[in-house]
């Protein structure tokens, strides 16, 4: 039985590769890393888009929620020396986060984008200082 296959043929080029690349996209984590840090008159978040540029991003704040987008493109081409090509590939990747975050000063969100990392102050409203409802619980 283990000589149905030969080990000469397309589908065993690359070993194991072929079982890594096609497991590997299944289980691959579609989001990117976000730290939130709740100060008392603001939240600061910071996310991590290596690879994105700016034009890449898209961010908005709406009915308090907070959307973080990032959207590439990529174009791998390989021509041979006549100009034909040996290999022409496109991949699209789309992530996106959302948080929920009340009481925010739309007016004065600030955003700005340096080595890869989205960085946003988002200042809290006066009703975000409001008391706190505790309940008992019995």
């Known amino acids: 039985?283990?000589?149905?296959?030969?080990?000469?043929?397309?589908?065993?080029?690359?070993?194991?590769?072929?079982?890594?690349?096609?497991?590997?996209?299944?289980?691959q984590n579609d989001n990117f890393n976000v730290d939130v840090?709740?100060?008392?008159?603001n939240f600061e978040i910071k996310a991590d888009l290596p690879g994105f540029s700016k034009?890449?991003?898209?961010?908005?704040?709406?009915?308090?929620?907070?959307t973080i987008?990032?959207?590439?493109e990529n174009q791998i081409e390989?021509?041979?020396?006549?100009?034909?090509?040996?290999?022409?590939e496109r991949s699209s990747s789309s992530?996106?986060?959302?948080f929920v975050l009340k009481d925010i000063d739309e007016a004065n969100i600030n955003a700005k984008f340096e080595?890869?990392?989205l960085h946003l102050i988002l200042p809290k409203t006066?009703?975000?200082?409001?008391?706190?409802?505790?309940i008992e619980i019995n």
Do not use: C, P, W
């Open 115 to 117: 080595e890869g990392v």
């Open 37 to 41: 840090k709740e100060n008392q008159d």
């Open 126 to 134: 006066a009703n975000s200082n409001k008391d706190k409802k505790y």
């Open 55 to 66: 034009d890449n991003l898209k961010v908005e704040y709406d009915r308090d929620v907070l």
């Open 69 to 72: 987008t990032a959207h590439r």
């Open 95 to 98: 992530y996106q986060r959302q």
């Open 78 to 88: 390989d021509k041979d020396e006549t100009g034909k090509y040996i290999r022409r």
């Open 1 to 27: 039985m283990a000589n149905l296959i030969s080990k000469n043929s397309d589908f065993m080029i690359g070993g194991n590769r072929f079982f890594d690349d096609f497991f590997g996209n299944l289980v």
